[in-house]
């Protein structure tokens, strides 16, 4: 795949320690081995957003969210 420079970039480490800290390493495998599948290539279902919050007091991500952005009138599917 061809992306043009700056199109897509890695997440930075404090969002990959909040996605380990909410999901754990388990289901985080589990979402990996499901995304990856050659069965689902024709499928899609990628959130297009992850959000977090972080607690004040502890400073750990607290609650997660992944979110679908879709047009109005844009219907949800399965996937």
């Not at 996605?19 to 069965?39: M, T, W, Y």
């Not at 992850?50 to 952005?69: C, P, Q």
């Amino acid at each position: 795949m061809n992306l043009r420079a700056g199109f897509a970039t890695l997440p930075g480490a404090n969002v990959l320690h909040a996605l380990f800290e909410v999901c754990g390493a388990s289901r985080l495998k589990q979402l990996i081995v499901r995304h990856n599948d050659p069965a689902r290539q024709d499928r899609f279902g990628t959130p297009d957003l992850f959000l977090y919050a972080t607690d004040n007091s502890t400073g750990k991500a607290a609650i997660a969210r992944f979110v679908e952005v879709k047009k109005p009138e844009e219907p949800l599917k399965p996937d």
